[in-house]
């Protein structure tokens, strides 16, 4: 996935509270009045009493078959940037749900890579809709086994991990799921709730095409109670994290070529020349730095903080419990960071995380850039430019505004160049399928920490606005490494680690679905 899970634990919620220097109060952000000082308990939430324990002696009894589902699932490459065994991935999951005895799978094609779609019909009063994504990132250097793609179990200071491209992201967790439908389908036949699989290949991509995934199912799938991904979502320690959203995103690229308004259009010229030619690098340069302050960290194109939506007293609550167990340093420490913007901390600190918009160079490139000296006045100049937007924001409006900025500044010869875009996502604490979700965790005795949304993005506006349903990512279980070399998830603990292992995940996963039929 491409959202940081460790930090939405850490971090999280009040737009700023107050300005810490010169440069960024010129433009101050908005400043909301917070109306409680009460904190959001999921203790208080009752513990999901149900027992399955035919199911659960049934995975007991089948895990090293689960492993060794889990192992071929991370086995079957399915790099999405690089179109790497991604249409044979895809068949073998709706291989899978075929066995599973889903009556309809579809592989749904769309201008990039297909989708899958299942449906088991288990003639049940609720319907949850399942989200899974099959694609994986790229593989990098400095793995410290041979190859990221063979599936091993390795022994590791947490216990036994399974070691892989997708283990943790988001591999091993999805199949874990279906391990726990397998098992409650062999012990009784069926489900207690009717469940949809929509399945996309493109996530690592921005899911560019998950609309086109969903489409042909659109007007059954409005009709069910609810959605969820599952998705390892503990610390080592066993604490927990579940966001209830995600910010939304605009990522686009600007780029200053040389033209009817100066800098040379053909080709590089000798640097010689800037004493005679405009240079297209500075420009785009003077254009990026006009849109904040001059420090970078408070945006001044008018009007794109108005847009923010006000916390509610709801989403307060949730701020002011993340906010009694904050540990800035530790985080810092994480990232490798020396402090926060102004010295933030605390709530203020998990206010702008969540409320604020950003504006966050990912990529500039222009000229020569290799060994030695070369003296050139480049004739193209490009930057990678990404802006998260809280709920209120809209990436259309955002795209407007940027442009509107830009022209209004005199910079209209600069291109602009959306590349992604979509909107927030948020689901309330108090819906019937986040409830249920937080009873099964307090029955596993799960310390959760429960946040408003998550400050990094993902489509998941999809469920929550295309679908107008309910929506939660989440489950026990403990992986790291995404995107990043040496990814695992936790197979079976060592002693004393708290998350759980590969059984205590799917049986959680058979409790949750039977939470859900009784919840939603």
Known sequence: MTFPRMLSCLLAPMLVLSMHDSAASETPRPAYAWSTDEAFDPGTIPAYGGKHDAVYARIDADIDAHVAHLQRWVRQRSISAQDDG?????????????????????????PGHPGVLGWYDAGAERTL???????????????????????????????????????????????AFLNAV??????????????????????????????????????????????????NIQMADGKASLNLGVKGIVYFELEAKGGE?????????????????????????????????????????????????????????????????????????????SRWIGGMEGREAIVRNLFDPTLNVDGLWSGYTGEGVKTILPHMATAKIDSRLPPGLEPEASYRMIRGHLDANGFDEIELRPMSGYPAASTSVDAPLVQAFLGVFNKYGVDTRVSPWLAGSAPFYQFTRTLGLPFVFGGLGHGAGAHAPDEYMLIRPAQGVGAAGLADIEKSYVDILHALSEGL
């Open 182 to 231: 397998d098992a409650m389908i062999a012990t009784h036949g069926t489900l207690p709730v009717n469940l949809y699989v929509v399945a996309e290949g493109e996530e690592e991509l921005g899911s560019p095409n998950f609309g086109k995934v969903i489409e042909p199912w659109l007007d059954r799938l409005r009709k069910a109670d609810g959605a969820f991904f599952p998705m």
């Open 261 to 337: 308004w100066g800098g040379p259009s053909k080709a590089e010229i000798h640097g010689s020349m800037k004493a005679l030619v405009d240079s297209p690098t500075l420009r785009l340069v003077q254009a990026i730095a006009s849109m904040t302050t001059p420090d970078g960290n408070t945006i001044v194109i008018p009007g794109y903080y108005d847009a923010v939506a006000v916390p509610t007293v709801e989403q307060q609550r949730l701020v002011n419990a993340l906010a009694r167990d904050a540990n800035d340093a530790a985080v810092q420490r994480a990232l490798g960071v």
């Open 86 to 110: 991604i249409r044979d991935m895809a068949r073998l999951l709706a291989d899978d749900l075929h066995a599973l005895g889903f009556a309809e799978v579809e592989v749904v094609e769309t």
């Open 129 to 175: 809709v399942v989200y899974m994504m099959y694609d994986v990132q790229p593989i990098e250097e400095n793995w410290r086994i041979d190859d990221p793609f063979a599936g091993e179990l390795v022994e590791h200071e947490l216990g036994t991990v399974l070691m892989a491209r997708g283990a943790t992201n988001q591999k091993g967790p999805q199949r």
